[in-house]
């Protein structure tokens, strides 16, 4: 979903600013054929993983090794596309991963 969306579900409710400060916290890894790759904020309690969105979809894959954590919405030929996709960028998604973490503590 994306943030604007997001920003206009929530604009009245009382977890507004928590979850507005949730959103803007989601460092974009890489953007691949209209695939968004990117982790929370939030995320460093859990090991290293990728979230990807496109079209209102969502998925999310471990690293290390790479599979599948869960789905919402996409096909399976396009989470093969994807499952691809983070094996050929693990070492970049990795190393920001502990990149971000790491400027966090």
Do not use: C
Not at 39 to 66: C, M, N, Q, R
Request: hydrophobic share 40%; aromatic share 14%; proline share 3%.
């Amino acid at each position: 979903m994306q943030r604007e969306s997001l920003i206009r579900m929530f604009k009245n409710s009382l977890i507004f600013s928590r979850i507005l400060l949730y959103i803007i916290h989601m460092p974009t890894v890489l953007r691949i054929k209209g695939y968004r790759f990117f982790f929370f904020s939030l995320d460093s309690s859990e090991k290293p993983h990728i979230h990807v969105e496109k079209a209102g979809k969502y998925t999310k894959y471990w690293l290390l090794p790479v599979e599948l954590a869960h789905n919402r919405g996409f096909r399976s030929h396009e989470l093969t596309e994807i499952r691809k996709l983070v094996q050929e960028n693990e070492n970049l998604i990795e190393g920001k991963w502990h990149e971000y973490f790491a400027s966090q503590s």
